[in-house]
């Protein structure tokens, strides 16, 4: 919705994509395909692609065709994503890289990646070494994807291996050495969304149509409270898409979204539980509140980790108040 309109995008602002985005994640749409695309690469080729990049991907973003994968984590490097190790070397004919992502989500499916690559290898260029690439899965060779099983057994995210993955020279998104700072432009986007309060919205919504006429007056209160940090984290969240309107960075902030808003989100399950005598499930056998809270109950531990954990958060919280 946000990207320009020359590239076949809508020219929307945040705050009507912001509007969009929580009505299909409050009605449970299945949105994963598109989502990392339209949330941030789409952007990220827009505000730092070259015309011939924005040429090609945007459109083929915006007529749903294509699927990103975000390639920034590594077996070794998480919270310090600083010391990525994958290399992409140059050479006479490009960039070779060689390496291994992991956690990669829907790599298995994805058209293209964002990925972070080191460039330069001096032992003083930790930060400053680091390079962006935008990455056609589909028709470079040497990249393979094997899912890995998450609780519910299902694959949806990945460890990639990079093995001579020989990539053109206009391959590189943005400037060499520059990685450092754009990745953290695009946690930005990852971390700002409704997204980051709302995964479990459709539990409470199920749990409050499974208590209809049934439930006590400390289950009302208690359901009551919950609303009251939807509603806190809505306004909360909301603000932070009008910084993003606004050009402004809102790291900080996001942060705070992100911390309060998974709290929100990995108590539900467990209140859910509490209020109604009713087994989960992973089968289609059950009715959708069993189910929604089947798949949410192995989904949730998750919450605390992507896109940065609640330690990590937190210390950018307390390096934007000034106590670190
Ligand atoms: C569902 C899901 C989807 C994901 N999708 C993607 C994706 O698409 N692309 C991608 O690149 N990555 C993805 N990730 C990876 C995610 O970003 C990392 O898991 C996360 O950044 C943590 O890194 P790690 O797993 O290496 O844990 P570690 O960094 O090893 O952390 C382990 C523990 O130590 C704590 N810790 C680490 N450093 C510090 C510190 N300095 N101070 C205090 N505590 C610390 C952490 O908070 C955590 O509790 C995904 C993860 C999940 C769970």
């Known amino acids: 919705m946000t990207l320009p309109k020359e590239y076949g995008g809508h020219g929307r602002s945040a705050l009507e994509r912001y509007v969009v985005v929580e009505e299909t994640l409050a009605a449970g749409a299945p949105v994963g395909y598109h989502w990392v695309a339209d949330r941030q690469s789409g952007l990220m080729v827009a505000r730092l692609g070259t015309e011939a990049q924005k040429k090609s991907i945007i459109p083929a973003i915006t007529s749903g065709e294509a ?29 070779l890289l060689n390496g291994t992502k992991i956690w990669t989500s829907n790599a298995h499916n994805a058209t293209h990646m964002i990925a972070l690559f080191r460039t330069d290898f001096s032992p003083d260029a930790k ?67 409704p997204e980051r309060y709302l995964s479990c919205f459709l539990l409470l919504s199920e749990l409050i149509k499974v208590l209809d006429g ?28 009008g910084m993003l309107n606004e050009g402004k960075d809102p790291s900080l902030q996001a942060s705070v979204v992100k911390d309060l808003g998974c709290h929100f989100e990995q108590r539900l399950p467990g209140l859910a539980q509490e209020l109604v005598a009713m087994e989960p499930t992973l089968s289609d056998s059950g009715i959708d509140y069993q189910q929604v809270l089947g798949n949410l109950m192995l989904l949730a531990p998750s919450f605390s980790l992507r896109g940065g954990t609640l330690e990590i958060l937190r210390g950018i919280i307390a390096r934007g108040l000034g106590v670190r």
Not at 69 to 92: H, Q, R, Y
Not at 166 to 184: I, M, S, Y
């Open 67 to 95: 699927c990103f994968a975000i390639g920034m984590s590594e077996p070794n490097s998480g919270s310090d994503l600083a010391s990525v190790k994958s290399k992409a070397e140059k050479v006479a004919d490009g960039w």
């Open 127 to 193: 930060h400053k070494g680091l390079s962006q690439f935008l990455i056609d899965m589909k028709t470079v060779r040497g990249i393979t994807p094997r899912p890995i099983r998450d609780l519910t057994g299902r694959g949806h995210f990945n460890e990639v291996s990079f093995v001579d993955v020989l990539l053109p020279p206009d391959a590189l998104l943005g400037r060499e050495g520059d990685g450092w700072n754009q990745v953290t432009a695009e946690l930005a986007y990852e971390r700002s969304g």
């Open 214 to 241: 049934k439930a006590s007056p400390s289950a009302l209160a208690k359901i009551g409270a919950e609303l009251a940090w939807a509603a806190t984290l809505r306004n909360m969240s909301l603000s932070v898409a």
